[in-house]
């Protein structure tokens, strides 16, 4: 597990790298549904006798999420309720022309049943695993894992050519200011912060720029170096072990992790007691099995950059 800066750089950096669960934690609403005591549950509106309430709102809203995420809360709840009040009348009307009697129909409310199933099942086991001292100990392992890495602050002056390149090195040995050409030459989205790249490790930038970082001394300014991205100049301001943020600043991803770790390691021990026959595939090749889960060795996390 990664815990990435906040602030992006130029390079090759790393993203997150929490499992993924064959898409089963995508649906969070489903993962618990509320309850409601009558009075705090009122009826909204009633299409042909059909009762339309306060829940089932709570419910939409959740499921429709991004479509809903720009619109003012009253204008969220009124749009959610017309779309309720058509979704009754048109599952009538599908009712009359016998739509539920169809096998297409019936074979896709099977596998939204089982995707409901499965999504509240997870949701809980996800829940449950999420407790402090689970928190903790993953936050304990990655901490321990950056201990005494070292990482480095600097500068960099990219430009598209070699020439360029060697031209604002003669410009740097002649007592140029590198933040103030940086901010003029380079063609980096850093450059108005003087090409300030802040703190960094090996793996966080494409390694041709990385070695010659990390050898250059403090306060030193590197020759032109190549890179996918062009013809850099770089400025080492100074070097440090890396220190693990605070558990507040990575709570977050600690939380997402420790969820969906459970909820893999779950589907894995599952699916090890389960008979699964692959019937497309050639009698002696096995079922995969699920691949995933986080292993705590994965764990890393890095501190916000710092300027």
Do not use: C
């Amino acid at each position: 597990m990664t815990f990435v800066s906040p602030a992006q750089k130029p390079g090759q950096r790393p993203g997150l790298t929490l499992a993924s669960l064959t898409g089963a934690v995508a649906v969070a609403f489903l993962s618990s549904f509320p309850v409601y005591a009558q009075d705090a549950n009122p009826v909204l509106a009633k299409v042909n006798g059909q009762e339309i309430r306060q829940s089932d709102v709570t419910i939409a809203e959740e499921e429709l999420g991004p479509s809903l995420a720009q619109m003012d809360p009253s204008t969220r709840k009124d749009n959610v309720l017309s779309f309720l009040i058509d979704m009754k009348i048109v599952a009538k009307a599908a009712e009359d022309k016998k739509v539920a009697d169809r096998e297409e129909f019936k074979s896709k409310l099977a596998f939204a049943r089982n995707r409901l199933l499965m999504d509240s099942l997870l949701g809980t086991e996800g829940k449950e695993a999420l407790t402090d001292a689970n928190m903790k100990k993953v936050y304990d392992d990655a901490a321990k894992q950056i201990s005494g890495e070292q990482e480095v602050h600097a500068r960099h002056i990219l430009v598209e050519s070699e020439d360029e390149a060697k031209k604002i090195a003669e410009e740097l040995k002649k007592g140029a200011n590198f933040a103030e050409l940086a901010k003029k030459s380079s063609k980096d989205p850093g450059a108005a912060d003087g090409g300030d790249l802040g703190f960094f490790t090996k793996d966080q930038m494409v390694p041709e720029f990385s070695k010659v970082a990390f050898e250059l001394e403090p306060g030193k300014i590197s020759d032109p170096v190549k890179s996918q991205f062009g013809w850099h100049i770089i400025k080492v301001e100074e070097k440090r072990n890396r220190q693990a943020p605070s558990f507040d600043q990575v709570k977050p991803q600690i939380e997402q992790y420790v969820v969906r770790k459970a909820q893999a390691d779950y589907v894995t021990k599952l699916r090890e007691a389960a008979k699964v026959e692959r019937l497309d595939q050639a009698a002696a090749t096995p079922a995969p099995a699920a691949k995933d889960a986080p292993k705590p060795a994965d764990t890393k996390m890095a501190p916000p950059a710092k300027k």
